[in-house]
């Protein structure tokens, strides 16, 4: 059961942090029900309900790093270099016998260390002298050479449950020997835009009106996170249909999500609306751009209401929506992480408010990283998005930024 409402009111009229914020979206969340077995190669980007533990050492069997010359480690030339019989061959697939003692064996990459052997000579540091080989002194006992369960011991924790598969952790498991995981099902979203003033694109909009894009923007934003959008158009500002529409889309979907309309105007009825056939709570937050964020309960499924400004349902997305998917896809919350760089900008701020500043990045001469400020600020700016490269993150206790400054700088690419 998803209790987000009450805890909200503890916060009481002041300002939550935006750390806050996604502390009690993630705790109040629970995952949906329903995991499914699916072949690798459908896994991509979703969640890992299980453990997997190594039902198999990794690699599966000592085998040489690098194309040369096994010996065994008492064998190894100590001060001098020495001579030896090139005794056998092993290459890649093929099965070794146990290597003769003071000889060398050729192997190749990959291929399966003679038994006994357990050092391996490069090709390019030794010299061929007919049937023989000529090694340098020196090389450590066990050089070259990947043990059996180097990189997974047999019955270690390979992937967590809670993971989002990557490319990479798809192939941990294929590595692993496995042909399918379980994954959890993905969330269903239902999305909704609300005003008066708002069209679809390609309709036709009189003087007033303008195209709806937050839409189609949390629609490509879900999808990163792998939901499934059902996107239900644009609800106007009337509490009675909007309250019947809510409704309808909570008894179906895990998450009802709108843009617009939670603003305190007397024309901002999501707020009534929700509270006429569920409960919630306006959260403000700490943040610029941002704000205000309506979250409640209808029927036992979960509603977040992100502010109309598109900047500001971009930015509130990312630490409101996506914690909460997280959280509904029983996926570790995973923090975002922003890198330094250089500010080539002055910018001075309110304390206690998180601010972001769309900055696009360039490489300076020496290398490092340097942020340009967008020059303007409006929250309805969408050309400041999509002319920008990420947010520069401004904490809580920062007043100002002078030119020269190293700010941390969240990618777009990063946030989803
Ligand atoms: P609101 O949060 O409803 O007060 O809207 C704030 C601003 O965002 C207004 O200028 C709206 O016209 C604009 N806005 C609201 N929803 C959308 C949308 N879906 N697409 C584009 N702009 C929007
Ligand atoms: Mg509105």
């Given at each position: ?335 975002f992480f922003a890198l330094p760089v250089t500010a ?15 900055v696009?990045l360039?490489?300076l001469?020496?290398g490092q990283v340097e942020a ?18 990420g947010?520069v993150e401004l904490s809580?206790?920062v007043?100002?930024v002078?030119?020269g400054d190293r700010v941390n700088v969240l990618p ?5």
């Amino acid at each position: 059961m998803v209790q987000l409402s009450n805890d909200c009111f503890a916060f009481g009229g002041k300002l939550m942090s935006v750390d806050e914020g996604v502390a009690l979206i993630s705790a109040r969340l629970s995952a949906v029900e329903g995991v499914e077995h699916l072949p690798l190669s459908n896994c991509d980007n979703r969640i890992l309900a299980d453990n997997l533990f190594a039902p198999v050492p990794l690699p599966l069997f000592a085998n040489s790093a690098v194309d040369g010359y096994a010996l065994r480690g008492a064998d190894l030339p100590v001060d001098a270099p020495k001579s030896v019989i090139v005794s056998a061959r092993v290459q890649a697939g093929s099965v070794a016998e146990p290597i003769v003692p003071n000889t060398a064996v050729r192997i190749f990459t990959g291929a399966p260390m003679p038994p006994g052997a357990d050092t391996v000579f490069m090709q390019e540091d030794v010299e061929l002298d007919g049937e023989r080989v000529i090694l340098p002194a020196g090389l450590k006992p066990g050089a070259n050479m990947r043990p059996a369960g180097e990189d997974v011991a047999k019955g270690a924790l390979a992937l967590a449950g809670g993971t989002r598969l990557r490319p990479q952790h798809i192939a941990l498991a294929a590595a692993l020997g496995q042909t399918h995981l379980s994954v959890r099902r993905p969330i269903r979203v239902a999305i909704f835009s609300t005003g008066n003033e708002l069209v679809a694109p390609g309709e036709a909009h009189h003087a007033a009106q303008l195209f709806d894009s937050n839409r189609f923007m949390l629609a490509a934003m879900l999808k990163r996170l792998n939901c499934e959008v059902i996107d239900l158009g644009i609800l106007r500002d009337a509490r009675a249909p909007l309250a019947d529409a809510l409704q309808s889309a909570a008894r179906d979907h895990d998450l009802v999500l709108t843009s617009g309309g939670v603003s305190a105007g007397e024309e901002d009825h999501v707020r009534a609306g929700v509270e006429s056939v569920g409960s919630l709570v306006l959260w403000s937050m700490a943040i610029k751009p941002g704000r205000p964020v309506a979250m409640g309960v209808i029927e036992g499924t979960p509603f977040i209401g992100l502010p109309g400004n598109p900047v500001a349902s971009f930015v509130t997305f990312a630490y409101v929506v996506r914690p909460a998917i997280l959280a509904l896809a029983g996926a570790h919350q995973e923090p975002f992480f922003a890198l330094p760089v250089t500010a080539n900008f002055a910018y001075r701020k309110k304390k206690g408010r998180r601010e972001y500043v769309r900055v696009s990045l360039s490489h300076l001469a020496d290398g490092q990283v340097e942020a340009t400020k967008f020059p303007r600020e409006g929250a309805g700016l969408l050309s400041s998005l999509a002319s920008t490269d990420g947010l520069v993150e401004l904490s809580e206790e920062v007043e100002q930024v002078t030119p020269g400054d190293r700010v941390n700088v969240l990618p777009y690419a990063s946030l989803l």
